[in-house]
Each structure stands twice: as C-alpha cells, then as structure tokens.
T-cell receptor
Framework: AQSVAQPEDQVNVAEGNPLTVKCTYS??????LFWYVQYPNRGLQFLLK??????LVKGSYGFEAEFNKSQTSFHLKKPSALVSDSALYFC?????????????FGAGTRLFVKA | SQTIHQWPATLVQPVGSPLSLECTVE??????LYWYRQAAGRGLQLLFY??????ISSEVPQNLSASRPQDRQFILSSKKLLLSDSGFYLC??????????FGAGTRLSVL
C-alpha cells in the first residue's frame, strides 16, 4: 500500500540554525512528492514539489527538499531557521492507488524555532 | 487568479443538529474538489472528493455527506451531528502540477 511517514512529531531548532524535517515514502512506481505548511487555524499552503529532474528542489520561503530514491526519502531543509518558520509541516505523495491516483498526506511534524 | 472560499470560519453546534459547510472556488472551471478533516491539529483525513458536478466519492463511512450542486461549489453536510464530528474541516481544489490549494478551514465544535 502507498504510504508516507513523518517520523518526528516535533522538531525543535534555534533561530539561525539549519533545520531538517524528515519524510519517507513507500509507493510503487515514480512518486510525485510535496511539502505543505500550515500556520495555526489556517489551511495548508504549498511549499515545493518533486516530479522529476534535479533531486534538490527549491521552494518558497527559502525551503528546499532533497529527493533520495535509494532511501525513499524527501526531507525538507532550510539553511537558517526563522522564528516565523514555526508551523506544522506536511509531506505528501501522489501515487497510483486502487481507484486511481491519490494524494496521501503524512501525519505532520510540528516545527518550533526558538529565538 | 484562483481563490477558494470556505465558510463559516468557526461553528459551534449541539449534538443532533444539522450541518452545512460550503466551499466555493473562483477562477477555474471543473476543478477536482476535496473535503478533509483534521483532528487535534495533526494529520488530514480525506472525507470526500469530486471530479465533477454530482460526482462524489466517499473515502470513509461516516455521519457526513457531500454534494456538488454547481461546478465550483462543494458542500459538506450532516443530518445529525455527533460529538466525534468535531474538528477542523478543510476544503481544497487541485490545480496544475497536482498541487492542492486549501481554504482557510472551518473549526467545528459539537457540544
């Protein structure tokens, strides 16, 4: 079955330090991979996606993600965290499922950036 | 440009009362539309999706139903709310590149 896992419920990082939010996936075939961010009491916002091509994808707000096919991972990264990056982050994978293509979201990782 | 509207933003309803949440999309035609529920600020549960007027697919059996009476209108309903229906409800549409665009959400509290 297709699945996506975010192994950390919460990530804490100091402002100015690099951050990584982890995501691994399990799909048959080539996946479409996405990261979304959710601020309190708001809907999700698209950050970046990987379809094909360069394994390093750059997105909004200085975020980037690296697709690693051998490790089936798509970790979200940022070189220098800001307090305003504190939010809930979702990894998602779009893959062929019974009934057609579907987007599956991870459980989310809460990022706390401390000043 | 495309926009998505959801209302109301918050709703407090007694157990056993009916529910109607509305979602509309502007600036696009025949979009795929989705209703999600998010419990306790965590993961998303896909409730319904629609690929066109009158076409509804239900992902999980539950106390809720959905309808799409117009191309860009998606409604989530219940005849009798349960306590377990409380949560944050999100509507989304699928744009190019399979990116989903979300509304601001409705926080439903069933008391």
């Amino acid at each position: 079955a297709q699945s996506v896992a975010q192994p950390e419920d919460q990530v804490n990082v100091a402002e100015g330090n690099p951050l990584t939010v982890k995501c691994t996936y399990s799909v048959s075939g080539n996946p479409y991979l996405f990261w979304y961010v959710q601020y309190p009491n708001r809907g999700l916002q698209f950050l970046l996606k990987y379809i094909t091509g360069d394994n390093l994808v750059k997105g909004s707000y200085g975020f980037e993600a690296e697709f690693n096919k051998s490790q089936t991972s798509f970790h979200l990264k940022k070189p220098s965290a800001l307090v305003s990056d504190s939010a809930l982050y979702f990894c998602a994978v779009r893959a062929l499922n019974t009934g057609g293509f579907k987007t599956i979201f991870g459980a989310g990782t809460r990022l706390f950036v401390k000043a | 440009s495309q926009t998505i509207h959801q209302w109301p933003a918050t709703l407090v309803q007694p157990v056993g009362s009916p529910l109607s949440l509305e979602c509309t999309v502007e600036g696009t035609s025949n979009p795929n539309l989705y209703w999600y529920r998010q419990a306790a600020g965590r993961g998303l549960q896909l409730l319904f999706y629609s690929v066109g007027i009158g076409q509804i697919s239900s992902e999980v059996p539950q106390n809720l139903s959905a309808s799409r009476p117009q191309d860009r209108q998606f409604i989530l309903s219940s005849k009798k709310l349960l306590l377990s229906d409380s949560g944050f409800y999100l509507c989304a549409w699928k744009g190019s590149g399979n990116i989903q665009y979300f509304g601001a959400g409705t926080r439903l509290s069933v008391l």
